[in-house]
């Protein structure tokens, strides 16, 4: 939020634009109230919903410098008029290196695998096939791994798309980047996509990682699995609850992050950016 603030401040000097910074404090109802802003600019942890916007006036857009929309009620937002806009793609290179650090971190004989011919290749399962899944794609197809990918939204890809089965039961590694969806809301809905079936299918000797949503994984589902399977390796950079997390959880996690995997300079300044760009968009210059 401060970046933001900064990166606004500086692009509208000249302009009879005042920003104000509400970092450290909720965005709350009686803050719009306050200020009756014009512009709302956001990141993940705001929630804008009714509850937010139902009294307020003064909003006519919305932005989020995230990749991620799940904090926003978009149906509502633009059915109040307003308009939003989010940062697609803006630190798909910081979360795909996050994967692949932590891939080689836990298990470094991955690096040469390709090298010999008697190897069999390394295979990486992404489920997800949209900008971080695809760039994550490149960079494991450029070591020499092959790359089982399941995403049925997506024809054009880098890789061919396999099924969701084959994913889970013959990858090394499976990675998750699907934005999270509800029951209603999608024809097939990500959350607790991952749960006690799906587990189940993967041998224990699979590594997971989620660096999407938490509640793509059921983490009580994965919690029953660790106990039974206390070799299965696990990096969660979110988590379902966030920020809260389970003690329990955590102490059976290979690699634990606070949803960092795309808090990268560059990623942020991207982000900044294009939203910036998507407000002059609306408002002109
Ligand atoms: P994207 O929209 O470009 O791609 C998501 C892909 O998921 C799409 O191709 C879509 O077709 C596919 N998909 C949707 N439902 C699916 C389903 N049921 N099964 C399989 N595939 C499905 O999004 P992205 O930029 O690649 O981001 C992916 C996720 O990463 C999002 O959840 C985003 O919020 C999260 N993210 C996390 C961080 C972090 O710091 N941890 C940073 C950025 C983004």
Not at 154 to 162: F, K, R, T, Y
Request: hydrophobic share 40%; glycine share 6%; proline share 4%.
């Amino acid at each position: 939020i401060a970046h933001l603030h900064d990166y606004f401040n500086e692009q509208t000097l000249n302009h009879p634009i005042q920003v104000i910074s509400m970092a450290g404090r909720d965005i709350t109802a009686d803050a719009l109230q306050q200020y009756q802003p014009d512009v709302l600019l956001i990141r993940s942890v705001t929630q804008i919903d009714a509850k937010l916007l139902d009294t307020n006036q003064s909003v006519k857009f919305i932005g989020s410098a995230t990749i991620g929309t799940d904090h926003v009620n978009e149906g509502y937002v633009s059915l109040r008029g307003m308009r939003f806009a989010n940062a697609a793609g803006c630190s798909k290179h910081s979360v795909a290196q996050y994967v692949m650090s932590a891939i080689l971190q836990l298990r470094p004989e991955y690096w040469a695998s390709n090298t010999s011919q008697s190897d069999k290749p390394v295979k990486l399962g992404i489920i997800g096939l949209g900008n971080i899944g695809s760039t994550l794609a490149r960079y494991a197809l450029d070591l020499g791994w092959e790359v089982l990918g399941y995403d049925p939204f997506q024809s054009a890809s880098v890789i061919n798309n396999a099924s969701v089965d084959k994913v889970l039961a013959q990858s090394d590694v499976i990675s998750l980047h699907v934005p999270l969806t509800l029951t209603g809301h999608s024809e097939l809905p990500t959350y607790h996509m991952i749960d006690a079936d799906a587990l189940a299918k993967m041998p224990s000797t699979t590594m997971l990682i989620n660096t999407s949503r938490g509640a793509v994984v059921s983490e009580a589902d994965l919690l029953a699995d660790l106990n039974q399977n206390p070799e299965r390796q696990v990096v969660l950079d979110v988590f379902e609850n966030e920020p809260t997390v389970s003690a329990e959880l955590l102490d059976k996690l290979t690699i634990a992050t606070p949803h960092i995997a795309g808090y990268t300079l560059e990623g942020k300044l991207r982000g900044t950016q294009m939203i910036f760009d998507a407000f002059v968009r609306s408002y002109g210059e």
